[in-house]
């Protein structure tokens, strides 16, 4: 049932961790949520009715990729972005902050905003926080995220409270220009590095604007989990309670349920999508490199009892000559189960946090990766031997 509103309701909690529902014109998002990434308006190596069939009710799509080609102005004379790649339940666009960080050769920031270059031809442009908005509603997304800056860690306080504060600045910026959309969304990002007290003050002068939502940003850039949860824990007091909060590019399978363990509704990352392409795949098992020759002649699927055909169906062995021959049906495949896999995390953590058994499921999930990594070891081990026996006959 949608609403021509947006709406969030928690529907059950346990401990920290919360099972709800975020609804709009274009439909509910049971949250916890993973978005797969629609960087390019594409899923990568997936059709668009396959990535819903998954269970996915959000995908997202990148400000900077899409402003840049092939433009934002075009995909709104072309309909707008859900109509563009043919998908019409909900979409969150990023603002482009972070690929202008991470991409772009050369960049200034400055009060006004972002002058860079190009990754693709060098070409300059110029991304404010109400140019960033302005592309945004081209493209007809649902959520939209502030332009903030997000800095690499580690970094000195200077630096990340030196941009945190400007992305405060930016947010209200934002904030004005995003104005009042029935049916839609405006988050802001709290920033602030790896310090408590910038983090807490980002989140709570972000609360005191309004917001629809909240998301953590500048995460999952190089420091470690313990980091990145003790930065939610420091958060998480200081955030609307009756708003959804949304964890930025996060991440691996056990980054994920452990920031749902601490309070956190939204997610999404390249990794599933990314790993996939190049011969990883994530399963109830733990996660396994398909290069490695002990698959060469291993006939189990990935999981026989994944209800994806890409993980119940194909052999390892099929899928080792797939990867290192290269083909475009590997990448499919690999792909296909890491995000069916990732769809079947978030219902599994949804069912327990409504169950009241979230600790419990997150054990058995943990032991399960666990003793695939046993296996799997075990596995490499008598693989080895068979192949120096093979090399003494």
Same mark, same amino acid.
């Given at each position: 049932?949608?609403?021509?509103?947006?709406?969030?309701?928690?529907?059950?909690?346990?401990?920290?961790?919360?099972?709800?529902?975020?609804?709009?014109?274009?439909?509910?998002?049971?949250?916890?949520?993973?978005?797969? !990434?629609?960087? %390019? #308006?594409?899923? &990568?190596?997936?059709?668009?009715?396959?990535?819903? %069939?998954?269970?996915? @009710? $959000?995908?997202?799509?990148?400000?900077?990729?899409?402003?840049?080609?092939? +433009?934002?102005?075009?995909?709104?004379?072309? /309909?707008? =972005?859900?109509?563009?790649?043919?998908?019409?339940?909900?979409? =969150?666009?990023?603002?482009? +902050?972070?690929?202008?960080?991470?991409?772009?050769?050369?960049?200034?920031?400055?009060?006004?905003?972002?002058?860079?270059?190009?990754?693709?031809? *060098?070409?300059?442009?110029?991304?404010?926080?109400?140019?960033?908005?302005?592309?945004?509603?081209?493209?007809?997304?649902?959520?939209?995220?502030?332009?903030?800056?997000?800095?690499?860690?580690?970094?000195?306080?200077?630096?990340?409270?030196?941009?945190?504060?400007?992305?405060?600045?930016?947010?209200?910026?934002?904030? $004005? %220009?995003? /104005?009042?959309?029935? /049916?839609?969304?405006?988050?802001?990002?709290?920033?602030?590095?790896?310090?408590?007290?910038?983090?807490?003050?980002?989140?709570?002068?972000?609360?005191?604007? *309004?917001? &629809?939502?909240?998301?953590?940003?500048?995460? #999952?850039?190089?420091?470690?989990?313990?980091?990145?949860?003790?930065?939610?824990?420091? !958060?998480?007091?200081?955030?609307?309670?009756?708003?959804?909060?949304? =964890?930025? /590019? $996060?991440?691996?399978?056990?980054?994920?349920?452990?920031?749902?363990?601490?309070?956190?509704?939204?997610?999404?990352?390249?990794?599933?999508?990314?790993?996939?392409?190049?011969?990883?795949?994530?399963?109830?098992?733990?996660?396994?490199?398909?290069?490695?020759?002990?698959?060469?002649?291993? !006939?189990?699927?990935? @999981?026989?009892?994944? &209800?994806?055909?890409?993980?119940?169906?194909?052999?390892?062995?099929?899928?080792?000559?797939?990867?290192?021959?290269?083909?475009?049906?590997?990448?499919?495949?690999?792909?296909?189960?890491?995000?069916?896999?990732?769809?079947?995390?978030?219902?599994?953590?949804?069912?327990?946090? %409504?169950?009241?058994? =979230?600790?419990?499921?997150?054990?058995?999930?943990?032991? +399960?990766?666990?003793?695939?990594?046993?296996?799997?070891?075990?596995?490499? +081990?008598?693989?080895?031997?068979?192949?120096?026996?093979?090399?003494?006959?």
């Amino acid at each position: 049932m949608t609403t021509e509103s947006f709406t969030f309701s928690v529907n059950k909690t346990d401990g920290a961790a919360r099972n709800g529902e975020i609804r709009m014109p274009r439909g509910v998002i049971r949250t916890p949520a993973f978005m797969p !990434v629609g960087t %390019a #308006a594409t899923v &990568k190596a997936m059709y668009p009715d396959q990535v819903k %069939a998954l269970g996915a @009710d $959000v995908v997202l799509g990148n400000t900077y990729h899409l402003m840049l080609r092939p +433009g934002a102005e075009r995909v709104a004379r072309l /309909g707008g =972005l859900h109509q563009f790649m043919n998908w019409p339940y909900p979409i =969150l666009t990023d603002s482009g +902050g972070f690929q202008v960080m991470s991409l772009s050769a050369l960049r200034k920031i400055d009060e006004t905003g972002v002058t860079f270059q190009s990754h693709i031809d *060098g070409s300059t442009h110029v991304l404010t926080p109400e140019r960033s908005i302005e592309i945004q509603g081209l493209l007809g997304s649902d959520i939209q995220m502030q332009l903030d800056e997000c800095v690499k860690l580690p970094c000195s306080d200077e630096v990340a409270e030196k941009a945190m504060r400007l992305s405060l600045r930016w947010a209200e910026r934002c904030r $004005v %220009a995003f /104005g009042e959309q029935p /049916g839609k969304a405006m988050f802001g990002i709290v920033q602030g590095g790896a310090v408590e007290r910038l983090r807490i003050e980002s989140a709570r002068e972000l609360a005191a604007l *309004g917001l &629809k939502g909240y998301a953590i940003g500048g995460l #999952a850039v190089g420091e470690p989990q313990d980091v990145m949860l003790r930065m939610i824990e420091t !958060v998480e007091p200081h955030m609307p309670r009756e708003k959804p909060r949304y =964890l930025m /590019g $996060v991440g691996t399978p056990d980054d994920i349920v452990e920031a749902v363990r601490r309070g956190v509704d939204m997610f999404d990352c390249v990794m599933p999508t990314r790993a996939g392409r190049h011969g990883q795949v994530f399963t109830r098992h733990g996660r396994m490199n398909l290069r490695n020759a002990r698959f060469a002649e291993d !006939v189990r699927p990935l @999981d026989p009892e994944s &209800k994806c055909s890409a993980s119940n169906t194909y052999s390892r062995a099929y899928l080792h000559h797939l990867v290192r021959s290269n083909e475009i049906l590997g990448m499919m495949l690999l792909t296909w189960n890491n995000l069916a896999y990732y769809q079947e995390l978030m219902a599994g953590l949804r069912k327990a946090i %409504a169950e009241g058994r =979230l600790d419990d499921y997150i054990g058995e999930v943990k032991e +399960g990766w666990a003793r695939g990594e046993r296996d799997s070891k075990a596995e490499i +081990g008598q693989h080895a031997d068979n192949v120096a026996m093979g090399a003494e006959g």
